[in-house]
């Protein structure tokens, strides 16, 4: 019995000079730090937003993730985020509410997730008179 316990010692991987991995080299579980996802959801309830916020502003983000093709927001800036309303209005044509959605999705996620100030935009509007418009 005793010689088995020995033998398991001596087949260790580690020989010689080698040496362990440093922990800076190994995935430690609860050092990882947080998806980006989680870490909108964590920044959006620590503010009190609602879940359905949540929910959307999730969808708006991951939406903008997938429409650069799995990049991350940290690597994009102001053209990108113009790029994908620019798309969600002509392509997808959505309403100025939706539009007006998602770019506040994406503004707290740059500022209060990414810790990143991006340019603002005026807020999309869909005219409400039509003689407003031919007349002004």
Not at 15 to 30: A, F, K, T, Y
Not at 52 to 72: D, P
Not at 85 to 97: D, G, I, N, Q
Request: glycine share 4%; charged share 20%.
């Amino acid at each position: 019995m005793a010689s088995g316990v020995h033998a398991s010692l001596t087949d260790s991987p580690v020989r010689g000079n080698e040496s362990l991995p440093s922990l800076g080299d190994r995935q430690v579980g609860c050092a990882r730090r947080p998806k980006l996802l989680d870490q909108l959801r964590e920044s959006l309830r620590s503010r009190h937003y609602s879940p359905r916020t949540e929910q959307a502003y999730c969808h708006w983000v991951r939406r903008y993730i997938h429409f650069h093709n799995i990049r991350h927001p940290a690597e994009m800036s102001e053209p990108e985020i113009n790029a994908f309303l620019t798309h969600l209005a002509t392509k997808e044509k959505v309403s100025a509410y939706t539009q007006n959605q998602a770019l506040a999705a994406l503004l707290f996620l740059y500022r209060h997730v990414l810790g990143r100030e991006v340019a603002t935009w005026a807020k999309s509007s869909a005219p409400t008179n039509l003689n407003a418009c031919l007349w002004s």
